[in-house]
């Protein structure tokens, strides 16, 4: 339609300047959710070189800890471990060292050690006590109903792999480790599992020291 007034110009003019408005807001929206996508996206180099600078002194080759007092963390489900750096540094779980650390990790830091360290495979480790061994399946298979407790494996899988966004992985886990975790929860000094102090405020030690042997010796 031809444009026939000074008006028609000027309202021709705005319309175009709208219609630019808008395809640049389509643009710049488009690109956030590509960059948001994209940021989503676990860096597993970055996750690499995080754990080979900050973590592996402590945790081990390939997250393999070699010391029963440090958990290995290969294997484990990221959200878990995304979930335990984010309580440290927030004070919701408590570890002078493991709070320093994650306190200097970002959001992204977080997601690309934690991804980088599930694809790495655990290595095989033991139970130690034959007696403890079958009192601890015992628990972890049929819990302690007499006070109200279920079994392990009702969370945390039968061979104790997880579940994802839920229950952590505790196959092949350190004895000592585990059995120590566990006292923590029973004496509140690890409170970011409120599920996990009740459970423990109604188990002996040698209850927690044979279901945590019994962990150990799973794949």
């Not at 886990?173 to 409170?191: C, E, I, N, P, V």
Request: net charge positive; with cysteine; charged share 20%.
């Amino acid at each position: 339609m031809p444009l026939t007034s000074e008006s028609d110009m000027k309202s021709f003019v705005t319309l175009i300047g709208a219609a630019a408005l808008a395809a640049f807001s389509f643009t710049a929206s488009f690109a956030h959710a590509q960059a948001a996508r994209s940021d989503s996206v676990p860096n597993f180099a970055r996750g690499e070189q995080i754990y080979m600078q900050m973590c592996m002194a402590c945790h081990g080759v390939a997250g393999n800890s070699t010391m029963a007092e440090n958990p290995s963390l290969a294997g484990q489900l990221p959200e878990y471990l995304i979930k335990q750096l984010r309580d440290y540094k927030s004070g919701k779980r408590q570890n002078a060292i493991m709070s320093g650390f994650a306190a200097a990790l970002t959001d992204d830091d977080k997601r690309d050690v934690s991804h980088w360290l599930a694809r790495q495979t655990p290595a095989p480790n033991y139970a130690r006590d034959p007696e403890l061994v079958r009192e601890g399946e015992r628990i972890w298979r049929a819990g302690l109903a007499d006070r109200n407790i279920a079994s392990c494996m009702a969370c945390h899988g039968p061979a104790g792999r997880g579940m994802p966004a839920l229950y952590p992985r505790l196959a092949g886990q350190h004895a000592r480790y585990t059995a120590d975790q566990m006292k923590q929860f029973r004496t509140g000094a690890r409170g970011n599992s409120p599920e996990m102090a009740r459970i423990a405020r109604h188990m002996t030690d040698r209850e927690i020291e044979a279901v945590s042997d019994f962990i150990a010796g799973l794949r």
